[in-house]
């Protein structure tokens, strides 16, 4: 049986750290940014880590 391709959108999103954990960017970073208060600007500057629940799912995309 031929391998399985990998989801080139979810290989472009996620990154699987040296623990296993899948680390992913954040959301409404884009534009119109003047909206946002600066505390949620600040916050959305580091990359957050993807729910225990969904990692299996990611992994097998990104493998």
Request: positive net charge; glycine residues 4%.
């Amino acid at each position: 049986m031929p391998k399985m391709k990998s989801v080139k959108g979810a290989v472009k999103r996620f990154k699987v750290k040296k623990n296993g954990t899948v680390k992913r960017g954040t959301a409404f970073r884009s534009h119109i940014l003047t909206k946002q208060d600066p505390q949620t600007r600040t916050t959305q500057h580091k990359s957050k880590i993807i729910a225990k629940v969904d990692e299996k799912n990611v992994k097998a995309m990104i493998n």
